[in-house]
T-cell receptor, first 114, second 111 residues
Framework: EAQVTQNPRYLITVTGKKLTVTCSQN?????MSWYRQDPGLGLRQIYY???????DKGDVPEGYKVSRKEKRNFPLILESPSPNQTSLYFC?????????????FGPGTRLTVT | GQNIDQPTEMTATEGAIVQINCTYQ??????LFWYQQHAGEAPTFLSY????GLEEKGRFSSFLSRSKGYSYLLLKELQMKDSASYLC????????????FGRGTSLIVHP
């Protein structure tokens, strides 16, 4: 089954404790992205990757890191989480081509930082 | 950058028709997407428009006017399960092609 998976689905942590949210897709997609979704603000892009070892900042990259060592995986790293990073996070992937393709989203990770 | 505007909330009656508008400003327009997102779930793809006109897909249709920077999503024969957020997303040729999302329109369908 074609899918994007994220782990964990729910996470409660404390300020300053490093964490990683994993994202994996089995569709051989080149593009992968991380979004956060907050009430009234919609989906905002954190980082994106156009292929292995190619990553770039989105609209709200502060406080986050990513890596793309393999095509299928795109982990999101919070080195020192703060309460303002409490949010619902989505990973997404899509094909790369001369036209934009639809994105496939993971189920989401609800993060609470206390 | 891009500026995408859609209404925050709409209500409609089961069986009716509803039109959700999206206006955008961008340089290098490269396509517009509509996604549906039920509460607490991931967005799912509904439609993609890159040329002017209407694209019909069952009960859902999407329209685009590039000269006006305007799109709408038309939902016919509304069902209770259509209660969801509808996200407009615009792709531009500058950068990655990965679309930027509007804030979404929450649609409430009541009996």
């Amino acid at each position: 089954e074609a899918q994007v998976t994220q782990n964990p689905r729910y996470l409660i942590t404390v300020t300053g404790k490093k964490l990683t949210v994993t994202c994996s897709q089995n569709m051989n997609h080149e593009y992968m992205s991380w979004y956060r979704q907050d009430p009234g603000l919609g989906l905002r892009q954190i980082y994106y990757s156009m292929n292995v070892e190619v990553t770039d900042k989105g609209d709200v990259p502060e406080g986050y890191k990513v890596s793309r060592k393999e095509k299928r995986n795109f982990p999101l790293i919070l080195e020192s989480p703060s309460p303002n990073q409490t949010s619902l996070y989505f990973c997404a992937s899509s094909l790369r081509g001369p036209i934009p393709y639809e994105q496939y989203f993971g189920p989401g990770t609800r993060l609470t930082v206390t | 950058g891009q500026n995408i505007d859609q209404p925050t909330e709409m209500t409609a009656t089961e069986g009716a028709i509803v039109q959700i508008n999206c206006t955008y400003q961008t340089s290098g327009f490269n396509g517009l997407f509509w996604y549906q997102q039920h509460a607490g779930e991931a967005p799912t793809f509904l439609s993609y428009n890159v040329l002017d006109g209407l694209e019909e897909k069952g009960r859902f249709s999407s329209f685009l006017s590039r000269s006006k920077g305007y799109s709408y999503l038309l939902l016919k024969e509304l069902q209770m399960k259509d209660s969801a957020s509808y996200l407009c997303a615009v792709s531009s040729t500058g950068g990655s092609y990965i679309p930027t999302f509007g804030r979404g329109t929450s649609l409430i369908v009541h009996p």
